[in-house]
């Protein structure tokens, strides 16, 4: 009975393939988003999608594009991978994006780029 | 824009000890603070949040928080804490501009000694 659930938790692979990481919560959230946390612990975000509508779109590159097929899915495809894209990226939801209400987080997939 | 400063990256204490992590922010209008923990290979897990009303907010594990406008912070405080306390800590801030972007601090781990 996860509440955020994301797969692969590990991914490794080499500079140039493509790459997809998929999320799924089962909390009735209508809001999901990415997030990206580096070697340094230090987290930022990526994408957010309310109801399967982009809402934020960070400075993040084209090789990066979120899919949210609906609202309880919110999937990550990498192309090109480089090395500096190797870290920790987490899927969150929330209730709803007006409201301020606390984000809910998947443990993460580490991605390491070789 | 809105940021959020950590003082501290590093916490050591010993078990029963009292721990309290700083935690500034910079935005010039109302916003909502949060304390999220991250144990080893895990996700964030929320610990308590200002949204309004008291200063004095409680969470869960024995923490609390005080947010005080006139200094900016946000500082989380255990009474005695406990081995199963090591883990990193994050402050962060939503609201006003930003809307439910959520900006993290660069993350405190603390690190409790028996």
């Known amino acids: 009975d996860t509440a955020v659930s994301q797969t692969p938790k590990y991914l490794v692979t080499q500079m140039g393939n493509d790459k997809s990481i998929k999320c799924e919560q089962n909390?009735?959230?209508?809001?999901m988003y990415w997030y990206k946390q580096d070697s340094k612990k230090f987290l930022k975000i990526m994408f957010s999608?309310?109801?399967?509508?982009?809402?934020i779109n960070e400075t993040v590159p084209n090789r990066f594009s979120p899919k949210s097929p609906d609202k309880a899915h919110l999937n990550l495809h990498i192309n090109s991978l480089e090395l500096g894209d190797s870290a920790v990226y987490f899927c969150?939801?929330?209730?709803?994006?007006?409201?301020?209400?606390?984000?809910?987080f998947g443990n993460g997939t580490r991605l390491t780029v070789t | 824009a809105q940021s959020v400063t950590q003082l501290d990256s590093q916490v050591p204490v010993f078990e029963e000890a009292p721990v309290e992590l700083r935690c500034n922010y910079s935005?010039?209008?109302?916003?909502?603070l949060f304390w999220y923990v991250q144990y080893p290979n895990q996700g964030l897990q929320l610990l308590l949040k200002?949204?309004?009303?008291?200063?004095l907010v409680k969470g869960i594990n024995g923490f609390e928080a005080e947010f005080n406008k006139s200094q900016t912070s946000f500082h989380l405080r255990k009474p005695s804490v406990h081995i199963s306390d090591t883990a990193e800590y994050f402050c962060?801030?939503?609201?006003?501009?930003?809307?439910?972007?959520?900006?993290f601090g660069g993350g405190t781990r603390v690190l409790v000694k028996p």
């Open positions: 969150a939801s929330s209730q709803d994006h007006r409201t301020n209400s606390p984000l809910h």
């Open positions: 909390l009735g959230h209508d809001t």
């Open positions: 999608y309310n109801n399967k509508e982009l809402i």
């Open positions: 935005s010039s209008v109302s916003v909502y």
């Open positions: 200002y949204l309004s009303g008291s200063t």
């Open positions: 962060a801030v939503s609201g006003g501009a930003a809307g439910n972007k959520l900006t």
